[in-house]
């Protein structure tokens, strides 16, 4: 058989294609998107101006700040700020503080409301439906307004002013169950009884099958317990009182007291919430991609 032959009779067994379709750009659709770009970009420097303030200002002396606080270049580049925070300046210690808290919370978060997810979304108990109510109803509720009742019941258990009057409230987020409880209602139950049948309980079915399958749901919470509690700042207000306990958030709150010197301490000021920024958005940037994807593959057909 010919070239030719082989061609032909792979034409005639392959069905015709359409023709691609390429894409017509009329001068109304280019201004169109020229616009929405433009608006775009606008936006994005109108968003991110004053983060490039925040940077650029503590790396001014204190009088180019007070002059000219809104220049993103300083005239004289110094580390002046860094040198106050860091040298004469409880900074490291509110630091630590808040890395243990907010590290803690984290990980105790995590696991409770997994469990308490996973319990509002397959265990079958009396009052489930009540239970839940509740918790979306403690989501309405602001939280300035249990300040005064948390206050007092951590100093009634005698855990007020301790670390653990800054971590056991925090550990466990009515936003959270509610998260998990909706993802592990999509993960179909035919793989937990799959589970069940090989003689697995209730607790190795949830740590071992269903918790690695959540872990867009987990990633998630990761990401939101981080940031609540690394920015908390009224829970630390009500639960201590201690300089050794000062978190990052009550320490630069504090400094717009000036208790580190005279003037307004602009560059102070905005090294400490430059620097107190970082963890937060390495943390986002690291794990954005995986934020709340739907579960795949759980049961193969």
Known sequence: MTVTAVADAVAVATPDQPPAR?????????????????????????????????????????????????????????????????????????????????????LGRVFFVSLAGYALARLNFRGRGVIFALVVAVMAVPGVVLLIPKFLVLNQIGIYDSYAGMILPLLVDAAGVFIMKNF?????????????????????????????????????????????????????????????????????????????????????????????TIPVAVMFFVFQKKIMSTAEGAVKG
Not at 219 to 225: A, D, G
Request: overall charge neutral; proline content about 5%.
């Open 22 to 106: 390429t894409r017509r750009w009329t001068r109304g659709a280019i201004t169109g998107q020229v616009v929405l770009y433009a608006t775009l970009i606008v936006l994005a420097i109108i968003y991110i101006y004053p983060f490039l303030v925040q940077v650029a200002t503590s790396f001014k002396t204190e009088a180019e700040a007070t002059a000219n606080p809104i220049s993103l270049i300083p005239n004289v580049f110094t580390w002046a700020a860094y040198e106050a925070l860091f040298g004469r300046s409880a900074f490291p210690l509110w630091f630590m503080n808040s890395a243990i808290v907010t590290i803690c919370v984290t």
């Open 184 to 276: 592990f209602e999509s993960i179909p139950v035919s793989v937990e009884e799959q589970a069940r049948i090989d003689g697995a309980g209730t607790f190795r079915v949830f740590w071992s099958i269903v918790l690695p399958m959540a872990r867009p749901a987990l990633i998630t919470i990761i990401i939101l317990s981080f940031q609540g509690s690394w920015n908390e700042l009224n829970h630390f207000i009500v639960s201590t009182q201690s300089p050794e306990l000062t978190t990052l958030t009550k320490g630069v709150a504090s400094l717009a007291s000036g208790q580190l010197g005279q003037g307004n301490q602009y560059p102070l000021k905005l090294a400490a919430a430059a620097i107190m």
